[in-house]
């Protein structure tokens, strides 16, 4: 059987601010390859059946007001379930 080459996504953050675009009214991750406006450092990566989260650091100049804010994400519709998924995995959960 051929295996399905993953998609690839950025998982991009900093300070609690994710950079997320659009695609077809949803937000989401950018895709590996795409071309961003700053340059990364690879953070780690995190597997979802097809799909493979790069996490990485972005080395800016400012804090990205203008990105969105990770708490904020989960009750809005227009979010991509990988957004949601990918950023749950990586809350911090205190016991």
Request: with cysteine; net charge neutral; hydrophobic share 35%.
């Amino acid at each position: 059987m051929v295996r399905k080459r993953p998609r690839e996504h950025l998982f991009i953050e900093t300070d609690g601010q994710v950079y997320l675009v659009r695609d077809h009214g949803k937000l989401c991750f950018p895709r590996k390859g795409d071309k961003l406006d700053f340059p990364t450092k690879p953070a780690g990566r995190m597997d979802f059946d097809e799909d493979v989260v790069h996490r990485v650091k972005p080395v800016l100049d400012h804090h990205p007001e203008e990105w969105h804010q990770r708490d904020d994400l989960f009750g809005r519709d227009d979010v991509d379930g990988l957004v949601k998924r990918a950023i749950y995995t990586t809350m911090i959960r205190c016991v």
